[in-house]
């Protein structure tokens, strides 16, 4: 006789544990990453020591992780904020870059016409300093 497989021959804390495994892996997986791109990112670590620390979490990766995270776990923090810091400051700088340029186009087209309008400056003049304005 052939006996049915059901749901009950993998019980809900069989489930559980499937996923909190799962659940560590990924996390073991981030972490992992993490300290590469750290290892790489180092500026102060010479290539061998870098070399040495990529052996290390390769040949023994849980004992390579915790001993790069106790030896340079606060070093890896404040990179990570000076790198976080560095983005902000170029996406601030660009967002004030690409914001300033229209309205400064706009306001010298504006002091144009207004020099036109009170007669300072000639039709022709006018122009040559709006093409070069939108130019």
């Known amino acids: 006789m052939a006996s049915n497989y059901i749901a009950y ?5 069989g489930a559980f544990w499937t996923l909190l495994l799962i659940f560590v892996w990924v996390a073991w997986l981030v972490l992992v990453c993490r300290v590469f791109i750290d290892i790489f990112r ?4 010479s290539g061998w020591a ?3 620390w990529l052996a290390l979490v390769l040949v023994l990766p849980f004992i390579g992780v915790l001993a790069y995270l106790i030896v340079k776990g606060q070093d890896m923090t404040k990179r990570e904020v000076r790198s976080a810091r560095d983005q902000q400051q170029l996406l601030n700088a660009y967002i004030r870059d690409v914001a300033a340029s229209p309205s400064k186009g706009v306001d010298d087209l504006t002091r144009l016409a207004e020099l036109r ?3 300072t400056i000639s039709e022709d003049e006018f122009r040559r300093a709006k093409d070069r304005i939108l130019s």
């Open 50 to 52: 870098k070399a040495g």
């Open 117 to 119: 309008a009170n007669g």
């Open 42 to 45: 180092d500026k102060e670590a």
């Open 9 to 13: 021959d993998y019980p809900v804390l």
